[in-house]
Protein backbone atom coordinates (compact mmCIF):
# COMPACT_ATOMS: atom_id res chain seq x y z
CA UNK A 1 0.00 0.00 0.00
CA UNK A 2 1.28 3.66 -0.48
CA UNK A 3 2.11 5.58 1.78
CA UNK A 4 -0.07 8.08 1.19
CA UNK A 5 -2.75 6.16 2.62
CA UNK A 6 -0.63 5.71 5.74
CA UNK A 7 0.19 9.55 5.68
CA UNK A 8 -3.77 10.65 5.56
CA UNK A 9 -4.76 8.31 8.41
CA UNK A 10 -1.82 9.99 10.58
CA UNK A 11 -3.34 13.38 9.60
CA UNK A 12 -7.12 12.44 10.76
CA UNK A 13 -6.02 10.76 13.72
CA UNK A 14 -4.09 13.84 14.48
CA UNK A 15 -6.63 16.32 13.93
CA UNK A 16 -9.24 14.44 15.29
CA UNK A 17 -7.82 12.78 18.39
CA UNK A 18 -4.26 14.42 18.46
CA UNK A 19 -0.68 13.46 18.51
CA UNK A 20 -0.40 11.25 22.05
CA UNK A 21 -3.43 8.67 20.43
CA UNK A 22 -1.28 8.48 17.19
CA UNK A 23 1.91 7.95 18.87
CA UNK A 24 0.07 5.40 21.07
CA UNK A 25 -1.43 3.70 18.18
CA UNK A 26 1.91 3.33 16.53
CA UNK A 27 3.44 1.82 19.21
CA UNK A 28 0.69 -0.56 20.06
CA UNK A 29 1.50 -1.58 16.38
CA UNK A 30 5.34 -2.18 16.89
CA UNK A 31 6.50 0.94 15.02
CA UNK A 32 8.18 4.04 15.78
CA UNK A 33 5.89 7.38 15.87
CA UNK A 34 8.19 9.08 14.31
CA UNK A 35 8.98 6.93 11.44
CA UNK A 36 8.87 8.89 8.46
CA UNK A 37 6.08 8.14 6.14
CA UNK A 38 6.85 9.16 2.10
CA UNK A 39 3.88 9.31 -0.20
CA UNK A 40 5.27 7.31 -2.78
CA UNK A 41 6.67 4.55 -0.85
CA UNK A 42 5.57 1.09 -0.20
CA UNK A 43 3.99 -0.16 3.07
CA UNK A 44 3.23 -3.39 3.38
CA UNK A 45 -0.94 -4.05 3.73
CA UNK A 46 -0.28 -5.89 6.99
CA UNK A 47 1.15 -3.40 8.58
CA UNK A 48 -1.07 -0.49 7.36
CA UNK A 49 -3.50 -2.73 8.42
CA UNK A 50 -2.51 -2.85 11.76
CA UNK A 51 -2.64 0.35 12.45
CA UNK A 52 -6.26 0.59 10.97
CA UNK A 53 -6.76 -2.08 13.80
CA UNK A 54 -5.33 -0.39 16.75
CA UNK A 55 -6.66 3.15 15.72
CA UNK A 56 -10.19 1.27 15.71
CA UNK A 57 -9.20 0.34 18.94
CA UNK A 58 -7.42 2.71 20.63
CA UNK A 59 -10.14 5.33 19.82
CA UNK A 60 -12.77 3.37 20.12
CA UNK A 61 -13.94 3.58 16.77
CA UNK A 62 -15.85 0.99 14.38
CA UNK A 63 -14.07 0.27 11.13
CA UNK A 64 -16.91 1.78 9.43
CA UNK A 65 -16.10 5.60 11.32
CA UNK A 66 -13.10 5.42 10.82
CA UNK A 67 -13.30 4.96 7.33
CA UNK A 68 -15.98 7.61 7.43
CA UNK A 69 -13.55 10.25 9.07
CA UNK A 70 -10.85 9.27 6.23
CA UNK A 71 -13.04 9.41 3.92
CA UNK A 72 -14.02 12.67 4.05
CA UNK A 73 -10.21 13.86 5.37
CA UNK A 74 -9.30 12.73 2.02
CA UNK A 75 -11.66 14.26 -0.28
CA UNK A 76 -12.18 17.25 1.31
CA UNK A 77 -8.46 18.08 2.58
CA UNK A 78 -5.50 15.70 1.35
CA UNK A 79 -6.47 14.85 -2.28
CA UNK A 80 -7.02 18.56 -2.72
CA UNK A 81 -3.83 19.38 -1.91
CA UNK A 82 -1.49 15.92 -3.71
CA UNK A 83 -4.13 15.54 -6.73
CA UNK A 84 -6.75 18.67 -7.09
CA UNK A 85 -6.03 18.65 -11.52
CA UNK A 86 -8.09 15.40 -10.92
CA UNK A 87 -11.05 17.01 -9.78
CA UNK A 88 -11.46 19.76 -12.13
CA UNK A 89 -12.66 17.75 -14.87
CA UNK A 90 -15.67 16.60 -12.97
CA UNK A 91 -18.78 18.57 -12.10
CA UNK A 92 -20.85 16.13 -10.00
CA UNK A 93 -20.08 13.39 -7.63
CA UNK A 94 -21.47 11.00 -10.51
CA UNK A 95 -18.93 12.26 -13.28
CA UNK A 96 -16.06 11.82 -10.18
CA UNK A 97 -17.40 8.56 -8.85
CA UNK A 98 -17.95 7.03 -12.51
CA UNK A 99 -13.97 8.18 -13.14
CA UNK A 100 -12.48 6.22 -10.20
CA UNK A 101 -10.56 3.73 -12.09
CA UNK A 102 -9.32 5.63 -14.53
CA UNK A 103 -8.23 8.33 -11.77
CA UNK A 104 -6.26 5.86 -9.51
CA UNK A 105 -4.51 4.41 -12.86
CA UNK A 106 -3.79 8.19 -13.97
CA UNK A 107 -2.21 8.52 -10.69
CA UNK A 108 -0.68 5.79 -10.08
CA UNK A 109 1.06 5.17 -13.75
CA UNK A 110 4.81 6.03 -13.18
CA UNK A 111 4.72 4.77 -9.18
CA UNK A 112 6.91 1.55 -9.49
CA UNK A 113 5.01 -1.58 -7.53
CA UNK A 114 1.73 0.51 -7.49
CA UNK A 115 -1.04 -1.57 -7.70
CA UNK A 116 -4.56 0.38 -7.08
CA UNK A 117 -7.71 -1.02 -6.89
CA UNK A 118 -10.16 -0.90 -9.61
CA UNK A 119 -13.59 -0.49 -9.80
CA UNK A 120 -16.54 -1.66 -12.09
CA UNK A 121 -20.23 0.33 -12.60
CA UNK A 122 -23.52 -1.48 -13.35
CA UNK A 123 -26.21 0.67 -13.50
CA UNK A 124 -29.68 -0.45 -11.91
CA UNK A 125 -31.34 2.88 -13.07
CA UNK A 126 -30.17 5.80 -14.14
CA UNK A 127 -29.27 7.58 -10.60
CA UNK A 128 -28.53 4.19 -8.74
CA UNK A 129 -25.12 2.82 -9.27
CA UNK A 130 -23.52 -0.78 -7.96
CA UNK A 131 -19.78 -0.24 -7.97
CA UNK A 132 -17.87 -3.08 -7.38
CA UNK A 133 -14.69 -2.54 -5.65
CA UNK A 134 -11.66 -4.82 -7.11
CA UNK A 135 -8.89 -5.29 -4.96
CA UNK A 136 -7.56 -8.01 -2.41
CA UNK A 137 -7.11 -5.62 0.12
CA UNK A 138 -10.48 -5.58 1.40
CA UNK A 139 -11.24 -1.93 1.78
CA UNK A 140 -14.90 -1.68 1.26
CA UNK A 141 -15.75 0.55 4.19
CA UNK A 142 -13.06 3.07 3.17
CA UNK A 143 -14.93 2.89 -0.54
CA UNK A 144 -18.11 3.81 1.04
CA UNK A 145 -16.06 6.43 3.67
CA UNK A 146 -15.11 7.76 0.41
CA UNK A 147 -18.02 7.95 -1.93
CA UNK A 148 -19.68 9.64 1.31
CA UNK A 149 -16.77 12.05 0.88
CA UNK A 150 -17.07 12.84 -2.94
CA UNK A 151 -20.71 13.76 -2.23
CA UNK A 152 -19.70 15.90 0.52
CA UNK A 153 -17.24 17.44 -1.89
CA UNK A 154 -19.65 17.99 -4.72
CA UNK A 155 -22.65 19.40 -1.97
CA UNK A 156 -24.92 16.50 -3.15
CA UNK A 157 -26.98 14.23 -1.43
CA UNK A 158 -25.90 10.25 -2.16
CA UNK A 159 -27.67 7.23 -0.38
CA UNK A 160 -24.66 5.32 0.18
CA UNK A 161 -25.04 1.35 1.51
CA UNK A 162 -22.38 -1.23 1.66
CA UNK A 163 -24.29 -4.44 0.07
CA UNK A 164 -21.28 -6.81 0.41
CA UNK A 165 -17.60 -7.49 0.75
CA UNK A 166 -16.86 -6.05 -3.04
CA UNK A 167 -20.09 -3.65 -3.60
CA UNK A 168 -21.34 -0.16 -2.44
CA UNK A 169 -24.82 1.02 -3.95
CA UNK A 170 -25.10 4.68 -4.28
CA UNK A 171 -28.27 6.48 -5.37
CA UNK A 172 -27.28 9.96 -6.66
CA UNK A 173 -30.52 12.34 -5.68
Known sequence: ???V???CLKEVVVSKFGVPKWNEIMTASGLNPNMAILASV???DAVVMNVVKNSCRILNLKLEQLADYFGDHWMNSYALKMYKPYYGTNSTAKDFIIKLSEIHTKVTNNIPNARPPKFAYDWKDENTLILTYISTRGL???VVGLAK???KYYHQKLSIRKISLTQVE???H
Open 170 to 172: IIF
Open 149 to 151: GVG
Open 1 to 3: MKG
Open 42 to 44: DLE
Open 140 to 142: IDF
Open 5 to 7: IAI
